[in-house]
């Protein structure tokens, strides 16, 4: 397993981290330990929770995991998210200093810690000013109840914006997001992952195998049934694989990746991870596996180095589909300069 280091910290994560949605939902505890056990062994330090994964029962599963291997805990880097609601009140929800006091320390008993290694804003707050949030989050710093913070689920301006203010006001700066990337959604390259290596921010991709698709479980025409993410939810598989059947974007890039796959002897998601982990600005890519299988299989994109005309085919097959301006040939243009005869 790589190591490398988290966005501008000097604390260092494996290449692969584990996410833990499925705990205590797709994944009972007995599950989900041997999950941990397995990703462990396999030189795995990075494990991703958040408060709302089964209503804190993720974090309570990763806590019982730690505490019954506190050799390993020592060498873990641990990250959760606070945002979403957890609770029915007004102020149960959102990036203020309230909610958030409330919400780490929720964290931190559920986990059984003293500090979280990565505490990330789930998403954007429009009603709470970043100063407030990002108040909280420096005095969070400064008290030792966590050592670095990211965002996750941010757009452009509010990654330079809230970069910015913390810079001008002293703070604790953000040191990762954690976006949505993969192969089928590669929005982001358009304006976040600049305002990411702007701010020194590392990438944290989340759903790199695009819901599945890229795992090679989805066949044309043919509706998903059984143990997959769109079989298990009859209404929101339909909705979902018509979406992406109707694509013929979804099926050449698929089509890419398998074979790739076949060349190299390698399964499809080991392909697909593999793109995404070769990508400028990522720092560690989150495996959300259900089974110990799952988790071997997308493990072993960790031993497969793709060259540089595979990572290159791929990439021109899954190019983001922009108009002429601002992001096209036209926008491109227009903000390129280059020194005549330099380098």
């Known amino acids: 397993m790589d190591f490398r280091k988290l966005g501008r910290s000097g604390a260092v994560v494996s290449a692969y981290c584990l996410g833990t949605m499925t705990f205590g939902a797709e ?13 462990f062994a396999a030189g795995g330090n990075f494990v991703d929770t958040a408060d709302v994964y089964s209503a804190g029962a993720s974090e309570e599963i990763v806590g019982r995991w730690l505490k019954a291997h506190p ?3 020592r060498q873990a880097v641990i990250a959760t998210k606070g945002r979403f609601p957890m609770g029915a009140g007004p102020n149960d929800v959102g990036l203020s200093r309230r909610h958030l006091n409330q919400a780490l320390t929720a964290s931190l008993r559920r986990l059984g810690v003293d500090q979280i290694d990565l ?15 990002l108040g909280f989050l420096d005095d969070a710093v400064r008290s030792g109840k966590i050592a ?9 301006w509010h990654i330079a914006k809230a970069s910015e203010v913390a810079k001008a006001r002293g703070y604790s700066r953000p040191v990762t997001l954690q976006p949505q990337y993969s192969l089928l959604v590669r929005e982001i390259e358009l304006e976040i992952v600049a305002a990411c290596q702007d701010a020194g921010m ?16 989805y066949q044309r025409d043919q509706m998903p049934k059984g143990a997959t993410r769109l079989g298990e939810n009859p209404k ?5 694989y018509e979406a992406r059947n109707a694509a013929e974007r979804t099926w050449a890039i698929i089509s890419a990746v398998e074979n790739v796959a076949k060349v190299r002897g390698v399964s499809m998601a080991q392909v697909a ?18 089974t110990q299988a799952q988790l071997a299989d997308n493990l072993g994109a960790a031993q497969l180095l793709l060259s540089a005309d595979e990572i290159a085919s791929l990439s021109a097959i899954s190019a983001p589909r922009v108009g002429d301006y601002p992001y096209g040939a036209g926008g491109t243009q227009q903000r390129f300069r280059k020194i005549a005869g330099g380098r």
Request: glycine letters at 12%; charged letters at 15%.
């Open 27 to 39: 994944a009972d505890e007995t599950t989900a330990h041997h999950l941990m056990d397995d990703y």
């Open 71 to 73: 050799t390993e805990a």
């Open 119 to 133: 505490y990330q804003m789930h998403a954007w707050d429009a009603l709470t000013p970043i100063d407030e949030t």
């Open 148 to 156: 670095y913070y990211g965002f996750s689920n941010f757009v452009g």
């Open 202 to 217: 590392g990438l944290m991709p989340w759903s790199p195998l695009g819901g599945g698709w890229l795992s090679g479980k």
């Open 236 to 240: 929101r598989g339909m909705e979902a």
């Open 273 to 290: 991870l593999a793109w995404v982990a070769a990508q400028p600005a990522v720092t560690s890519v989150i495996l959300g596996a259900r």
